[in-house]
C-alpha cells in the first residue's frame, strides 16, 4: 500500500496510451492534466476539506493526479495511509462518467477496481458507483432537436440508436438543476467535456459544439475554481458560441489562459481544428487574465491583459500581436471589412454551378470543381442580389481556407488564399466573398496586392477561423489605392511591405513577429 500510485506502477503510463485513442472526445494526457492542476493554489491539496469534481470523466486522469497530490499533502493532518485514501476518496473526489465504459475506466484508475464495493478496490464503497457514477440520460427532443444539447433526433433518437447504443445525454448539461446530481458545494470543478454533438449538419466548427454548456452547467454549481480544456475556436467564431464567447470575454474572474495553435502540442495526434485551450477561472477574484501561448511543449509568449482589447469583439490570441494592432488604430482608419462582402455575395448557389451552363450565357461566375478554381458561364438571371455591380471590377477570395494554416501554426502560416481578379461581367459563388467594387482595373490590382503583403495577412490571422466572414477582415486598415497614393504600389510585394511597416511605426521585434508568423503568399498554392 505504501507503494500505491507510486511512478513505478506507471510505466508506461495506460493512461497516456488512452490518450490517443480518440477525435471525438479526446482523453487528456497526465501531463496536461498535471499542468492544470498546477494552475491552481497548491494549499487546496493541502486540505482534507477541499472537494473536486471531474464533471466529464473519461480516463479518471484528473481524479487519479489528484489523489496522487492529496495522498501526499495531507499526510500530516491524517498519518495512516489507509485511514487517509478511504478520506480522500469516499470524501473529496467525485466523478460524473460521460459513458458507462469510461465509468468502469475511471474507477479503475482512481480505484484500482471497476466495481468500488469489491474487494479488489482500495477504497471500501458501499455501492458499486463509489463516487463515480453515470446514469443512463434520455435526451429530450422537441421538432427533432435535443433542447439540451442541440442533438438531431434523426441522428441519437431510440429509433436510430436503439438500446445498445450510447445516447450521449451527458448528465450534467441535462438538466435544469444540476447542483442536485450530488447535492454538495465543490471547491474544483476540472475536466475535459466532449466537444460537439453531429446535430445532422455537419462536423467539426459545423457541428453544436457542447463544451461551452458543460462551462455554463459548472458555473452553476458555483465551484471556487473552474479550469477545462476546450477547443480554441470559441476566442473568434465558431457556430452556436456568439453568447458563450461573450460571456467568456467578460468575464475577469478568467485568470489564466494557456493556448495551444497545434492541438497535437497539447494531444499528440489529435486534430482539432483551431487548437486548444485549457483555462482557470477563479470565483473569487478579478482583474487581468495571464495569457500563455504555446507551441511545441514550449511557452513562445507571455502576457497580463485584458481578455478583451478596446474596440475588439474577439480575444486576441497572439500577445505579441496587440501592440501591432493598436498601433494601426490609433490612426483611426477605415476597416477592410468595409469592401468585403456578406457571405454568398450574389445569392449564387453551389449546386447551380454544379449543372450544364449554356454557352449563351453571358454572366461568367467564378466557381471550385475538382478542388481547381474556374469559371462558367451562366445567365443573368440566376443572380439573386448585387445586379448593380456586376459590370464593375472586382476581387474574389476564399470564404474557406483551412489548408491555409492559421498565426501559430504551422509556422509561418499563408493565412488567406490568393484573390482572384474579377472583371465586368464576373460574379462567384458562396464558395468566395467579394472585395470591391472597384471603378478601374488599376485600382483593384492594388487591392490585391495589398491582400498578399504580410502585414495585411497578419491582421487577418488575427481573427481568422475556418470560415471567414465580412468581420475576419475588421483589423485591416484601408489605404489609398490611387497609383499616386504615398505607398508605391508598383514596388515588389515585400518592399510594400516595408512601407506599411513605416506607415504604422513597428517596431523591429513587431516586425520579426509578422515576418516570422507569415510566409510569402507565392510559396503558398492559390486556393
Known amino acids: 500500500m505504501s507503494d500505491f500510485y507510486s511512478s513505478n506502477m506507471y510505466n508506461p503510463d495506460v493512461l497516456s496510451c488512452i490518450a490517443n485513442l480518440s477525435n471525438d472526445e479526446v482523453f487528456t494526457p497526465p501531463e496536461i492534466a498535471n499542468a492544470m492542476l498546477d494552475m491552481l493554489p497548491q494549499e487546496l491539496f493541502s486540505n482534507p476539506e477541499t472537494t473536486f469534481l471531474d464533471p466529464t470523466t473519461k480516463s479518471g486522469i484528473f481524479l487519479r493526479e489528484i489523489a496522487k497530490r492529496l495522498i501526499v499533502g495531507i499526510e500530516k493532518t491524517i498519518p495512516d495511509l489507509q485511514e487517509r485514501i478511504d478520506h480522500i476518496f469516499q470524501k473529496q473526489l467525485y466523478g460524473i462518467a460521460i459513458t458507462e465504459l469510461t465509468s468502469h475506466l475511471s474507477r479503475r484508475s482512481l480505484y484500482c477496481s471497476k466495481c468500488a464495493n469489491m474487494e479488489y478496490s482500495v477504497t471500501k464503497f458501499e455501492n458499486i458507483d463509489g463516487n463515480i457514477r453515470f446514469k443512463n440520460i434520455e435526451h429530450t427532443f422537441k421538432d427533432g432537436k435535443c433542447l439540451f444539447c442541440g442533438a438531431s433526433e434523426k441522428e441519437y433518437g431510440k429509433a436510430t440508436r436503439g438500446e445498445e447504443l450510447e445516447s450521449h445525454a451527458?448528465?450534467?448539461?441535462?438538466?435544469?438543476?444540476?447542483?442536485?446530481?450530488?447535492?454538495?458545494?465543490?471547491?474544483?470543478?476540472?475536466?475535459?467535456?466532449?466537444?460537439?454533438?453531429?446535430?445532422?449538419?455537419?462536423?467539426?466548427?459545423?457541428?453544436?459544439?457542447?463544451?461551452?454548456?458543460?462551462?455554463?452547467?459548472?458555473?452553476?454549481?458555483n465551484p471556487r475554481y473552474l479550469t477545462m480544456i476546450i477547443p480554441s475556436r470559441w476566442f473568434t467564431g465558431g457556430k452556436g458560441l456568439d453568447n458563450f464567447r461573450n460571456?467568456?470575454?467578460?468575464?475577469?474572474?478568467?485568470?489564466?489562459?494557456?493556448?495551444?495553435g497545434n492541438s497535437s502540442d497539447c494531444f499528440p495526434g489529435v486534430s482539432v481544428e483551431g487548437g486548444i485551450c485549457y483555462f482557470l477561472w477563479q470565483r473569487d477574484s478579478s482583474g487581468l487574465c495571464k495569457v500563455y501561448?504555446?507551441?511545441?511543449?514550449?511557452?513562445?509568449?507571455?502576457?497580463?491583459?485584458?481578455?478583451?482589447?478596446?474596440g475588439s469583439d474577439v480575444f486576441i490570441r497572439q500577445n505579441q500581436a496587440i501592440s501591432i494592432i493598436r498601433k494601426v488604430q490609433k490612426l483611426k482608419e477605415i476597416t477592410f471589412d468595409s469592401i468585403v462582402s456578406p457571405r454568398n455575395p450574389y445569392k449564387f448557389d453551389n449546386n447551380l454551378f454544379n449543372s450544364n451552363e449554356s454557352s449563351n450565357n453571358t454572366i461568367r461566375v467564378l466557381g471550385i470543381e475538382n478542388k481547381k478554381r474556374i469559371y462558367k458561364n451562366f445567365s443573368s438571371k440566376s443572380i439573386g442580389r448585387n445586379n448593380n455591380e456586376i459590370s464593375k471590377y472586382k476581387l474574389f477570395i476564399s470564404k474557406a481556407d483551412g489548408a491555409a494554416g492559421q498565426i501559430?501554426?504551422?509556422?509561418?502560416?499563408?493565412?488567406?488564399?490568393?484573390?482572384?481578379?474579377?472583371?465586368?461581367?464576373?460574379?462567384?459563388?458562396?464558395?468566395?466573398?467579394?472585395?470591391?467594387?472597384?471603378e478601374n482595373k488599376s485600382i483593384t490590382l492594388n487591392v490585391k496586392k495589398y491582400t498578399e503583403t504580410k502585414f495585411f495577412r497578419l491582421l487577418v490571422g488575427v481573427r481568422k477561423n475556418k470560415?471567414?466572414?465580412?468581420?475576419?477582415?475588421?483589423?485591416?486598415?484601408?489605404?489609398?489605392?490611387r497609383n499616386d497614393s504615398n505607398i508605391n504600389w508598383n514596388n515588389p510585394i515585400e518592399e510594400i511591405d516595408k512601407e506599411l511597416y513605416k506607415k504604422y511605426n513597428l517596431s523591429e521585434e513587431e516586425i520579426n513577429f509578422i515576418e516570422s508568423m507569415i510566409k510569402p503568399m507565392d510559396l503558398g498554392g492559390d486556393e
Open 170 to 221: 451527458y448528465e450534467l448539461i441535462h438538466t435544469t438543476k444540476p447542483e442536485a446530481i450530488f447535492n454538495m458545494k465543490f471547491d474544483v470543478i476540472i475536466g475535459n467535456p466532449p466537444y460537439q454533438l453531429n446535430d445532422g449538419g455537419g462536423t467539426g466548427s459545423s457541428a453544436t459544439p457542447l463544451y461551452n454548456k458543460f462551462i455554463e452547467s459548472a458555473k452553476k454549481l
Open 247 to 260: 460571456e467568456m470575454l467578460h468575464d475577469n474572474r478568467i485568470k489564466e489562459i494557456h493556448d495551444f
Open 293 to 310: 501561448t504555446h507551441v511545441r511543449n514550449e511557452i513562445t509568449s507571455h502576457s497580463e491583459r485584458p481578455l478583451l482589447e478596446k
Open 408 to 438: 501559430g501554426y504551422p509556422i509561418p502560416a499563408r493565412i488567406i488564399g490568393k484573390a482572384e481578379l474579377g472583371e465586368p461581367n464576373t460574379i462567384c459563388t458562396e464558395t468566395f466573398l467579394r472585395i470591391g467594387p472597384f
Open 467 to 481: 470560415n471567414m466572414t465580412q468581420s475576419t477582415y475588421s483589423f485591416v486598415p484601408m489605404q489609398d489605392f
